[in-house]
T-cell receptor
């Protein structure tokens, strides 16, 4: 069974204090690893897809990396507007359709 | 481009009552998903449609949950009868469904927050 574990569960940062979120996964053949951002009362918003170990993607202050067992989301010099829950999900090569298996998320609070 | 629409946004019911949620995906998106998100957890896929056919409903509690997408556009998810543990946010998502690229992005609606008392 595919499993995704995210850590820490919650993270409090001062504005400008860089940090990393971890996503550990076990899947029988990875088709893709996805990062989403979710604001309170809203649905998840797509950030990145990573396909193979060694791949990196960046968007503003966010950078996602992928190894064979985990992915990291690095937040560089965060601002209060980066406060959200960040969700990691995997898609298995054998998955029916485009099924995503999500982790529990990391709640990030950036204080000014 | 209009996003995924869901209604109602909030619903409060008593246990053993029935409830229905509606979703209208992004125009032209062939694939539609229903997810359940319990507070503090990540979304869990309940059912996936490709046009009006079911691709995956392996995690749908079929004794009480049902879903349909009759004309391949909008969809309805029903719970009958509801239990306390069904309290959650029900998210609808859609994607283009084209075979390439394989890993097409899923666009989520705002969700319906269900409280079962």
């Amino acid at each position: 069974e595919d499993q995704v574990t995210q850590s820490p569960e919650a993270l409090r940062l001062q504005e400008g204090e860089s940090s990393s979120l971890n996503c550990s996964y076990t899947v029988s053949g990875l088709r893709g690893l996805f990062w989403y951002r979710q604001d309170p009362g809203k649905g998840p918003e797509f950030l990145f897809t990573l396909y193979s170990a060694g791949e990196e993607k960046e968007k503003e202050r966010l950078k996602a990396t992928l190894t064979k067992k985990e992915s990291f989301l690095h937040i560089t010099a965060p601002k209060p507007e980066d406060s959200a829950t960040y969700l990691c999900a995997v898609q298995a090569a054998r998955a029916a359709g485009n099924k995503l298996t999500f982790g529990g998320g990391t709640r990030v609070l950036v204080k000014p | 481009e209009a996003g995924v629409a869901q209604s109602p946004r909030y619903k409060i019911i008593e246990k053993r009552q029935s409830v229905a949620f509606w979703c209208n995906p992004i125009s032209g998106h062939a694939t539609l998903y229903w997810y359940q998100q319990i507070l503090g957890q990540g979304p869990k896929l309940l059912i996936q449609f490709q046009n009006n056919g079911v691709v995956d409903d392996s995690q749908l509690p079929k004794d009480r949950f049902s879903a349909e997408r009759l004309k391949g556009v909008d969809s309805t998810l029903k719970i009958q009868p509801a239990k306390l543990e069904d309290s959650a946010v029900y998210l609808c998502a859609s994607s283009t469904g084209t075979p390439t690229p394989l890993y097409n992005e899923q666009f989520f609606g705002p969700g319906t927050r269900l409280t079962v008392l």
